[in-house]
């Protein structure tokens, strides 16, 4: 048999392996794009709030502060908060912590404070040892001992970021990281800070984050 006049039973082995390939490589390119969006979305943005049609009254459930002593969301009155439920075993959130970390630096002080309140179950010394080993140097820890803010403030997942006003009422939220420190979020809330009072319509009633607080 010459080389040149290869077996018709050899040749169409070699088509059907070749069409098994491209088969292969399609269904490839076929599952990429749903994999990417994944990981894209996976990945800081500019932050994305979900403002309500009127702020919603929130519950003032009592956490442990930096010190381990109790407060709660009152104790920020006065203040705009933005309010990140994070936990040190969510890759995302450990992500957007020095965003956050950031924005306190830029904006922190009487008139406006982010609060990461930590749901872990290992409590305050997991969120110091990570606060540490991160280089957190301008956030405070605050932990969800008792689970209730979690329950209370409808979290679903991690990270979520509450905007609240001066009254301790809830503008909006996020649910994912984000760059915090993006110069559309700063500007953003330091345009919040410059009105005398927040505005806002009737606050909302009887929603899932309705309840008066205590």
């Not at 040190?88 to 904006?107: I, N």
């Not at 540490?132 to 969800?144: C, E, F, Q």
């Amino acid at each position: 048999m010459s080389l040149a006049d290869p077996d018709p039973a050899a040749r169409a082995v070699a088509n059907r392996r070749a069409l098994v390939v491209l088969a292969v490589v399609a269904g490839l390119f076929a599952v990429a794009p749903p994999i990417v969006r994944r990981v894209r979305d996976s990945t800081p943005s500019a932050p994305d709030l979900r403002l309500h049609p009127a702020p919603l009254e929130l519950p003032d459930v009592r956490f442990a502060g930096p010190q381990g002593t109790p407060t709660s969301l009152a104790a920020f009155r006065g203040r705009v908060v933005l309010l990140n439920f994070w936990a040190t075993w969510c890759p995302p959130c450990r992500e957007e912590m020095p965003a956050l970390d950031r924005l306190q630096a830029t904006l922190g002080g009487p008139d406006f404070e982010v609060v990461t309140l930590s749901i872990d179950e290992g409590g305050m010394p997991a969120v110091r040892a990570f606060m540490v080993s991160a280089k957190i140097l301008h956030l405070r820890a605050y932990v969800d001992v008792s689970g209730d803010a979690r329950s209370l403030f409808g979290v679903g997942g991690v990270p979520l970021t509450l905007l609240v006003d001066r009254d301790g009422r809830e503008l909006g939220r996020k649910l994912g990281p984000a760059a915090w420190d993006h110069p559309d979020a700063v500007e953003s809330i330091r345009g919040l800070l410059a009105r005398d009072t927040i505005p806002s319509a009737s606050v909302s009633q009887g929603g899932r984050h309705g309840k008066e607080g205590s």
